[in-house]
Structure formats: structure tokens, C-alpha cells
């Protein structure tokens, strides 16, 4: 159950000064704005908090949300743009590494992190000037939280673009701020705090609290190869963490169950974006994952994006043990999966019948196998573009049949606007990430072998039934019995994480910090091209030293100047 509105978008902060006057009426406040002395309650920092929150599900437009779906998902080869060429253009060229110093998601997802921020610093600047009756505890709590969320919105910095401008609460607004300075130093920083100073257990579900902060800093900390550190507060986190209410953290027996919003908040939960359908607003129900339903008919009704790619849905390939192909061989004729390319929604088709991981039928809408609970997919007639795209549909964050009216909003132009979560950290994320750091630091591997074990046997024990009741496909999922040397069990981990993990925004960065990033997506570019000759791939490369990050918007250094602001290599 959510318990806290985290998702409803606040007033704007303003802080004003009054400048005193021998005429009364000049005193008054101007209308439709906040005192700083109103602010300063307990009730305003609390909302100003809420504001940083809310930028968790983004702002203008699909691109800037916490999911990453085009940043993280699409870039890293899990998911083609999907739909037509036409249809949001504007992310063709973040589709084949080609991405313009002025392009609009770019900026987007830039400025959606910095509101993030600016909202933080603005909390954490009222506390500072809080009001005589605000506890001290409040303070302490409130501003762990803000110091969380600041962290967070840097980290995704971070992530997609290198190094940016870092700002503070005690920032003048005036100086330029250049983007010379390593940001993990003050995302640590930030995290660290929020983990030794934010409660165990929050009185509104959707809060950080000590183990989501210490699950967020111990992933900052793996990304910098700070593994053994890490795998200290992952096993803290593990041992000890406990949702926002006090249960203690664990997988949920169904897989499909941590992306339906009647399962939200649950103890796989470790931080999520809050979304709520029928609130009077669309933006509080995930508005940057409308696009990514099935096009033409099921649940949305549109717009087709977000499909999978056939890699991915190649990799969940098992062998006769049901372990995955990890030497890539998953692409190989023999191995592919089948699929309906190509085949008229009228015509006969039969499903692939080798063994697969049962994740690829939770997380791939394919013709013929049921689509949660709206039937079978029906192939062509729910896609939008077929040789642009592909035969796939997504299906991780969809709403069911059954879940019409509660888990989705139907009062705009398509019903695709939902009340799932976005799980930013899921415990089965923190096994696997405590599994890996485990490896790095050259520690137990029968130990990483049980974390990732626990994610497979979760995985093994959720099949996608048909209507009667039997397994949908041929699921056989091995258990690991040992692992013969560090980089057998490196490579285990990494392909559990693809498994595991995909859709949700995590491959791109997955493979910037393994470094393989080149590698990896020119292999796919070339594989992906073969199917969609003439389309989103034609001509694409992966270049290194270059399109690990983003460009530094064109605008931010029209602003700041060239002189202060750096473009990043390539640009």
C-alpha cells in the first residue's frame, strides 16, 4: 500500500524577502507565492522535501524520469525505440550513438536531475532557517532524506554525462560552477550521510530510509571499484535492512509480482518512485512510461515503443542444464529464439520450443504466450512497425486486465498512464550487486554463488502459466554448484544481471563500468541491423572514449560559457 503522496507535484518554492515600508499595504504578500517564514514550518520544509521527491518521475516528456528506459534500457541494447521513425524522432539519433549536442531528451533528463537537486538545496536551506518549533529530529531526518535525494539526482549525472556542475545549498546563485570536479566525491558524501543519520524505519512508505540509503551508497561505491567497502554496507543491508513499515527485506515469491502496483511497495522494495493512477492528475501515474505499451490493441492501446530487442530476447537462451549461453553463442542460428517476424497475425506460427529462462516471458510480450492476463499475444496486430522495430512487445509495467481503473488512469488520451512503481533498487538488484562485489574483491565465491542462486531459484519458481495452468514454454533454470574461478563467476553475474534486470534501466551502465560498453554494443548494433536493415541501426557505431556519456546540452554551456562549462570527448 503507498501510504505517502510523494508523487503529487508541490507548489514552487519561492523564497521572498520583504523589504519593510511605512505603508501597510505595500507589506502584504503577493499573491499565489509563499513567505520564507511560511516555508520554514515544519509543514513547508516538508514540502519543499516532497518537491525533490517528486522529480523522481521526471519532467518534460517521456526522457527524464527514474526508469532510464531510453538512457539505460535503449542504449544498452535490452530494447529497440520501437513504434516508427517518425514518431518521437527526436530519440533516433540516442538510438544509433549519434546524439546532437542540442538534442531534447538530452536536455531533458539534465535539467529534470538539476530541479532534483535545486528542490534538495532548497530543503536543506530552510532547515537551516527553521522555525524555533521545528524538532531537531525533524531536522536531522529531514535533511538526511534531502541529502539522499541529492546524491541520487547526482549520481544520475553521473552516470549519463561524466561530470557535471556540483551545487550546494550555500551556492550564491551567481558564480559559474565549472564541471572539473569528480562528482563521486560529493555523491558519496551525500549518501553516506543519509545512511548514518536517516531512521531504520520512515512512518510513510515511499522514504528513503538507513537501508536505502545504504543500498544506493554501497552501489555508488561498486561503481567506483570501492568493492570491498561496498560489499560492507551491501551486507549490512542484507542482514539487517527492513522496508519503510519494519518488514525485512526478501524476494517476492513471483517474479511478475515486482512490477504490478498491487504488489508495490512490498519487501523487494528498496527505493522506488511513487506513481498513482486517478489522483486528478496524470503526471503522479508514471507519465514518461506511457509510451511503451503494445500498439494497436491489449492494455494502452499505444504507442508501440520500448520493444525488446531480439538480442536480449535471445539471451535468455538455457542450455540442457538451464544455465545461460554466457560465451554468446545465444545469437547463433541454432540458438536464436523463434519468432513471428515477418508472419501475418492471420498466418500459423508455433512458439520457440528450446529451453528458455522462464524471465524472458515476464519481461517480452511474444506472440502466442500469454500477456499477463489479456490473453495471447496476437503478434503483428499489437505492433506498430514490424520491420522497424521488431516482433516484441514490452511487458514489465503494464497493468492488468483485472487492474482497470485502479492500476491505470483513464481519464486522458490513452489509458496507459499507471500507478506501478518503478523500483530504482529492488533486493534482488542488492543480491546480485553484493554478489559482485563479492567477486571483485577477490572474496568467497560460494558465497556470490548463493546470492545469485537465491535470484535464480525465485526466477525458476515463477513459470508464466497458460489459461490451464501449465508452464507457457519450455522454462528449465539450473542452480550454479560452484564456480571454478573468478571470472567463471564474473561472468555468471553479469549475465544474471542482464536477466534479472532487464527492462529497467540498468544495462547501459552495467556496461560503461565493466568496460566492455564497445565491445558489447557493436555486436549487438551488427546482430540487431541484420533483422532491421534500412532502420534505427543502419550505419551506427558504439565509439569509445565517446559514447559512454551523454553530451553536456548545448544550451547549459550557452548559458554558462564554454570557458567554465567542458563539452564532453567527441562532442
Same mark, same amino acid.
Given at each position: 500500500?503507498?501510504? *505517502? ?9 519561492? %523564497? ?11 507589506? +502584504?504578500?503577493?499573491?499565489?507565492? %509563499? ?9 513547508? *520544509? ?31 541494447? +535490452? ?37 532534483? *537537486? ?42 549519463? /554525462? =561524466? ?24 555523491? +558519496? ?36 571499484? $570501492? =568493492? ?25 515469491? =513471483? ?26 492528475? *496524470? ?39 538451464? /544455465? ?17 517476424? &515477418? ?5 500459423? /506460427? ?45 511487458? $514489465? ?42 567477486? +571483485? ?26 489459461? &490451464? ?23 555468471? %553475474? ?29 555486436? /549487438? ?47
Amino acid at each position: 500500500m503507498k501510504n *505517502i503522496k510523494l508523487y503529487v507535484l508541490p507548489f514552487l518554492i519561492i %523564497l521572498i524577502s520583504v523589504t519593510a515600508c511605512k505603508d501597510d499595504f505595500l507589506d +502584504e504578500a503577493p499573491k499565489q507565492s %509563499l513567505s520564507s517564514n511560511e516555508l520554514s514550518s515544519l509543514a513547508g *520544509i516538508e514540502g519543499s522535501l516532497i518537491a525533490s521527491y517528486s522529480m523522481l518521475l521526471g519532467r518534460d516528456g517521456f526522457y527524464s524520469d527514474a526508469s532510464n528506459w531510453l538512457w539505460g534500457s535503449i542504449r544498452g541494447g +535490452e530494447a529497440n525505440k520501437g513504434t516508427d521513425p517518425g514518431d518521437q524522432s527526436v530519440a533516433n539519433p540516442v538510438v544509433a550513438y549519434n546524439v546532437p549536442t542540442n538534442n531534447g531528451p538530452t536536455l531533458s533528463k539534465y535539467r529534470a536531475c538539476y530541479e532534483g *537537486i535545486a528542490r534538495a538545496n532548497a530543503t536543506l536551506g530552510l532547515i537551516a532557517v527553521a522555525q524555533e518549533g521545528v524538532p531537531d529530529d525533524a531536522k536531522v531526518r529531514i535533511g538526511a532524506e534531502a541529502r539522499f535525494l541529492r546524491g541520487y539526482y547526482y549520481f544520475e549525472l553521473k552516470k549519463n /554525462f =561524466n561530470n557535471t556542475p556540483y551545487i550546494d545549498e550555500s551556492w550564491d546563485e551567481v558564480t559559474p560552477v565549472s564541471n572539473t570536479t569528480d562528482l563521486y566525491v560529493p555523491i +558519496e558524501a551525500d549518501l553516506k550521510y543519509a545512511y548514518e543519520n536517516l531512521p531504520e524505519m520512515m512512518a510513510d512508505a515511499g522514504r528513503a530510509n538507513k537501508w536505502a540509503a545504504g543500498a544506493m551508497y554501497a552501489k555508488a561505491l561498486l561503481f567506483q571499484g $570501492k =568493492n570491498s567497502e561496498a560489499l560492507a554496507v551491501f551486507n549490512k543491508v542484507i542482514a539487517d535492512g527492513v522496508t519503510a513499515n519494519g518488514t525485512p527485506y526478501g524476494l517476492l515469491d =513471483n517474479y511478475a509480482d515486482a512490477f504490478r502496483s498491487l504488489t508495490d511497495n512490498s519487501k523487494e522494495s528498496v527505493f522506488a518512485s511513487q506513481a498513482a493512477a486517478n489522483t486528478g492528475t *496524470i503526471q503522479n501515474a508514471n507519465p514518461a512510461l506511457v509510451l511503451n505499451f503494445p500498439n494497436g490493441g491489449g492494455p494502452g492501446g499505444c504507442c508501440g515503443f520500448f520493444q525488446p530487442s531480439f538480442d536480449m530476447v535471445n539471451s535468455f537462451r538455457t542450455d540442457g542444464n538451464g /544455465f545461460p549461453l554466457v560465451d554468446g553463442s545465444y545469437n547463433d542460428a541454432g540458438n536464436a529464439v523463434a519468432n513471428d517476424m &515477418g508472419i501475418e497475425a492471420a498466418d500459423p /506460427f508455433t512458439p520457440d520450443a528450446g529451453n528458455l529462462d522462464p524471465r524472458i516471458d515476464h519481461s517480452v510480450g511474444r506472440r502466442g504466450l500469454p500477456y499477463l492476463d489479456w490473453g495471447d499475444h496476437p503478434g503483428k496486430t499489437w505492433i506498430r512497425n514490424q520491420p522497424y522495430a521488431g516482433p516484441y512487445a514490452p511487458k $514489465k509495467f503494464i497493468y492488468y486486465q483485472g487492474g482497470i481503473g485502479v492500476e491505470n488512469d483513464g481519464s486522458s488520451w490513452t489509458p496507459g498512464y499507471t500507478a506501478v512503481n518503478y523500483n530504482i533498487i529492488r533486493f534482488a538488484d542488492v543480491l546480485l550487486m553484493a554478489a559482485e562485489a563479492e567477486i +571483485e574483491s577477490n572474496g568467497d565465491l560460494d558465497r556470490a554463488k548463493d546470492l545469485i542462486n537465491q535470484v535464480r531459484q525465485r526466477a525458476m519458481d515463477s513459470p508464466v502459466l497458460t489459461a &490451464g495452468g501449465t508452464p507457457a514454454a519450455n522454462y528449465v533454470i539450473g542452480m550454479y554448484a560452484s564456480f571454478g574461478s573468478q571470472e567463471e563467476a564474473r561472468q555468471a %553475474l553479469r549475465f544474471e544481471r542482464r536477466m534479472e534486470l532487464s527492462g529497467e534501466g540498468h544495462r547501459m551502465y552495467d556496461l560503461n563500468r565493466w568496460g566492455i560498453s564497445t565491445t558489447e554494443l557493436n555486436a /549487438f548494433l551488427a546482430h540487431e541491423d541484420a533483422f532491421l536493415g534500412g532502420g534505427p541501426y543502419q550505419g551506427a557505431s558504439f565509439d569509445a572514449g565517446k559514447d559512454e556519456f551523454l553530451p553536456i546540452p548545448q544550451d547549459e554551456i550557452d548559458l554558462i560559457g564554454a570557458d567554465v562549462l567542458k563539452q564532453n570527448p567527441g562532442y
